[in-house]
């Protein structure tokens, strides 16, 4: 009888080990990102890790899901447009109302380069380039070649520093590098603002802020007359927004998007500066890629840069850690203290039946 107990007891510390396990992100081995470009459907494929993310009609646009899950919530962000504004309050955040250019970046034509090898082997790259002149308002016009993508991946958890800041980047992960050139201002007063467009499976959004979470109902469309909110950034380097969130047992992914809370603005002498990057979210319907649809909407504000100047900014899109398995560990837990039973159970008889004989 001790005999049997202790097998018994020894299988569900296995088994319970077991579970812990799945709970735990399994460290990957070296593995180099691959992609594949189907010029005539006017698609090219990111694999990284865990992550595939697809690149549609050759244009800022990315759809990603964890392929190594059962549970594919499809993820997208498009880097919608590119919007000059006349900060007229001075908050020092993008808002609607103050808008006076813009350039739709996934309507217009970009190029790229293929993929390509990173420095000394450690990822894969490739990069996106407008292709041709943007007329804006105010009789301006952005350059071809002004807006470039620079899409990286790595083969192992890469540290970089940004602005003297350090910042990690996971295998399921790509990091972008926006880089604009020489945008047009109508004056010096004036800031810039990427749109950022947010659409997932549960339309649900975690922002992460100084006091805490803000979470964000993406199917309500608060409609024009409602000023953009301001992101209230942590001290952290990295501000991140979570996408696709809820119940462990009905999505088994959880995307993200971050940003670096500076940027880098180069003069045409090759002097560089810091710059600080602020935002500003909404959730509003957009006609984005075809039928109107209501997205989180996220403003990354720029200071104005001097003509001639470049500048870049670090964002990246990714697959949390650890959350394609927790679906799992419910399961496991539920079987762990089934078997939990079924032992006290075939106990109970044997103690009532030593207890009469002794």
């Not at 697809?54 to 880097?79: I, K, L, W």
Request: proline fraction near 4%.
């Amino acid at each position: 009888m001790r005999k049997m107990k202790r097998a018994l007891t020894a299988m569900l510390g296995i088994f319970t080990i077991a579970i812990m396990m799945l709970g735990t992100p399994l460290a990957r081995a070296a593995e180099t990102p691959s992609g594949t470009i189907d010029n005539e459907g006017n698609r090219i494929v990111f694999t990284s890790g865990s992550l595939t993310a697809t690149f549609e009609g050759m244009a800022p646009r990315v759809t990603f899901y964890d392929h190594s899950s059962m549970m594919r919530d499809v993820q997208q962000v498009n880097f919608r447009s590119l919007i000059e504004f006349n900060d007229s309050d001075h908050n020092g955040i993008f808002e609607s109302n103050e808008a006076v250019a813009r350039a739709v970046l996934d309507e217009g034509r970009w190029t790229h380069t293929g993929f390509y090898s990173l420095l000394a082997g450690t990822g894969v790259g490739i990069n996106f380039t407008q292709a041709d002149p943007m007329t804006l308002e105010a009789a301006k016009t952005l350059a071809a070649g002004s807006v470039v993508l620079i899409v990286k991946a790595y083969n192992t958890t890469h540290t970089a520093t940004v602005n003297g800041q350090s910042v990690t980047i996971g295998t399921a992960e790509l990091k972008f590098d926006v880089v604009i050139n020489n945008w047009p201002f109508q004056n010096t007063s004036n800031m810039l603002a990427l749109q950022v467009n947010l659409h997932s499976s549960s339309e649900h959004y975690d922002l992460g802020e100084d006091s805490g979470t803000q979470t964000v109902d993406g199917s309500h469309d608060e409609g024009t007359p409602v000023a953009e909110h301001q992101y209230h950034e942590t001290s952290g380097v990295e501000q991140e927004t979570r996408l696709s969130t809820g119940a462990i047992t009905s999505s088994s992914t959880l995307g993200f998007f971050r940003f670096v809370n500076t940027a880098t603005v180069t003069s045409p002498s090759g002097t560089t500066t810091s710059v600080p990057v602020t935002a500003s979210f909404k959730s509003e319907a957009d006609s984005d890629g075809g039928e109107k649809e209501t997205f989180m909407k996220l403003y990354l504000a720029y200071p104005y840069f001097a003509p001639g100047s470049t500048l870049v900014h670090d964002p990246s899109i990714g697959l949390g850690s650890g959350f394609p398995t927790l679906y799992l560990i419910v399961a496991g837990a539920a079987a762990a203290g089934l078997i939990a039973v079924v032992v006290i159970r075939r106990r109970h008889p044997q103690v009532q039946k030593d207890s009469v004989h002794n």
